[in-house]
């Protein structure tokens, strides 16, 4: 679960804030260029998905079928040079930031939250 302290990291970055317990009412905001975070806005961010950074060959793969792109990203790779090839036939986890993966995501015209829903989906998978 994400903390509070990092929701405030994330909504409001490099605004100065001083938390003293648990709640947005321990908050003493110190940052005279960035506005408090609403409540709403912390309960938000607090209850999104953690998008998971790894996954393995199997889960991403389980979950492209399951989005129905299993083929295509086969194409995409399989199109590529020898070596883009070795990285996705062998690779032993599936990183979301890896340069092929956010390429195969541009060739296939998918958006951010798109992969980050495909991550999500795989890492559920057991």
């Known amino acids: ?29 110190l940052d005279t260029e960035q506005v408090v975070p609403t409540q709403a806005e912390v309960d938000a961010y607090l209850a999104s998905p953690v998008v998971p950074q790894l996954v393995t060959p199997r889960q991403i793969r389980l979950a492209l079928y399951q ?3 299993r083929q295509q990203v086969e194409d995409y790779v399989n199109s590529q040079d ?5 990285s ?7 990183e979301r930031t890896n340069p092929l993966i956010l ?5 296939l ?5 798109e992969l980050d829903q495909l991550f999500i989906l795989a890492a559920s998978i057991v």
């Open 103 to 107: 390429a195969c995501k541009s060739a």
């Open 82 to 86: 020898i070596t883009v090839q070795d």
């Open 109 to 113: 015209g998918k958006t951010d939250e």
């Open 67 to 69: 989005f129905g792109l």
């Open 1 to 29: 679960m994400t903390s509070l302290a990092t929701a405030l990291s994330e909504l409001r970055p490099g605004a100065q804030w001083v938390l003293r317990g648990d709640t947005i009412g321990d908050l003493e905001w």
């Open 88 to 94: 996705w036939n062998y690779a032993t986890q599936i």
